[in-house]
Structure formats: C-alpha cells, structure tokens
C-alpha cells in the first residue's frame, strides 16, 4: 500500500533561517509527489509538485523541493523563512498510472518565531 | 485560475438534521471532484470521489447513505451530511481537477472547507 510519512509533527523555526520539511513515501513505483499549504481554518494551496524530469523542483513563495528516489524522499526547503509562512504543511503522493486520488501525509505545522 | 469556492465556510447545526455543502469550480469544468474529511490537527483523509452524471465513489468506512454526495453539472458537487451527530463535526474540503488539463500532469485544487459543528 501506498503511505506518505512526514517525521515532524511540529518545526519551530526562527524568521529568516533555513527550513527544511521532510517528507518519505512508500510505493513500488515513482510517484506523483505535491507539497501543500494550509492556513488555519483554509483550504490547500499547492506549493509545487513533481512528476518526472528535473529532481529538483521551484514552487511558488520562494519554496523547493528536492526528490530522492533513492531515499524515498521529497524534501521542501526555503532558504529564509518569513512569518507568514506560519501554516501546516503537507506531503502528497498519487501513483502515476492516472488514479487521482492523493494520499496526505499527516502533516508537519511550522511556527516562525521573531 | 482555477478556483475551488466553497459554502458554507462554516456551519452549525442541531443534531438530526441535515447539511449541504456545495463545491463549486468557478473557472473551469471538472468531471471529477473530492471530498475530504480533515478532524482537527491530523490530516486529510478522502472520502469519496464524486463523479458528474453518475454515482460517487465511496472509500472503505464511509456511510453513502450518511454522506450524500451530487454532482449534477461540471461545475458543482455537493456533499450532504444527513442526520448529522455530534461526532460528525468537522473540516469538510472539497477538491476538483481542470478538464481542461492533462489527467497526468494537472495537480488537485482545493476549496477553502466548511467548518461543520453539529450540536
């Protein structure tokens, strides 16, 4: 079966530093991998996704990620954080062979403190 | 583009009635749209997958003839809640893919939920 596990339950990191979420999936092939945002009592913006070619993908709001077949991973990163960024974030896979349903990781909440 | 609007955003209600909530793609046509169901500080979990001119597709667990799901034109599905209990509050959140797009390459767009509290 299919699963995506994010670690961090909670990330607290200080405005302007380094962030990195971690996401790691499991499934026989390679999937379609997503990153959302969500804002408390908001729907998910999609920050970027993944399909195939180029590991390394830009998002919108200054984010990245990087996939890793060989860990099993798709890491988001941004290299100084702002305040609002401040939300719940969440890890999301699809199999490829056109089955839309998308399986959310439990999600990892970032707070920034000043 | 490609907007999801939900409605309500929020809504209260007393135990044994009934709640709509409506998704609607304002920007473009959606075949397919997803219903999903987020409890408080844990993550998002499907369903059912609405279909438009036929029957939705229910995940292992979920009451069809709780949660009644109508998609009766491209661009509007609705999800039912009937006979709401307590235990069915909840952040309710729709999503739909443009039909405009590649099945393959074309990510999820989501509404903004609907807070539901049955009382």
């Known amino acids: 079966a299919q699963s995506v596990t994010q670690p961090d339950i909670h990330i607290t990191v200080s405005e302007g530093a380094s962030l990195e979420l971690r996401c790691n999936y499991s499934?026989?092939?390679?999937?379609?991998l997503f990153w959302y945002v969500q804002s408390p009592g908001q729907g998910l913006q999609l920050l970027l996704k993944?399909?195939?070619?180029?590991?390394l993908v830009q998002g919108i709001k200054g984010f990245e990620a990087e996939f890793k077949r060989s860990q099993s991973s798709f890491n988001l990163r941004k290299p100084s954080v702002h305040w609002s960024d401040a939300a719940e974030y969440f890890c999301?896979?699809?199999?490829?062979?056109?089955?839309?349903?998308?399986?959310f990781g439990t999600g990892t909440r970032l707070t920034i403190i000043p | 583009g490609a907007v999801v609007s939900q409605h309500p955003s929020w809504v209260i209600c007393k135990s044994g009635t009934s709640v709509k909530i409506e998704c609607r793609s304002l920007?473009?046509?959606?075949?397919?749209m997803f219903w999903y169901r987020q409890f408080p500080k844990q993550s998002l979990m499907l369903m059912a997958t609405?279909?438009?001119?036929?029957?939705?597709?229910?995940e292992q667990g979920v009451e069809k003839d709780k949660f009644l799901i109508n998609h009766a034109s491209l661009t509007l599905s609705t999800l039912t809640v009937t006979s709401a209990h307590p235990e069915d509050s909840s952040f309710y959140i729709c999503?739909?893919?443009?039909?405009?797009?590649?099945?393959?390459?074309?990510?999820?767009?989501f509404g903004n939920g609907t807070r539901l509290t049955v009382t």
């Open positions: 999503s739909a893919r443009s039909e405009a797009a590649s099945l393959t390459y074309s990510p999820l767009h």
């Open positions: 499934y026989g092939a390679t999937p379609y």
């Open positions: 993944y399909f195939s070619g180029d590991t």
């Open positions: 999301a896979m699809r199999s490829n062979f056109g089955n839309e349903k998308l399986t």
């Open positions: 920007d473009f046509q959606a075949t397919t």
């Open positions: 609405s279909n438009e001119g036929s029957k939705a597709t229910y």
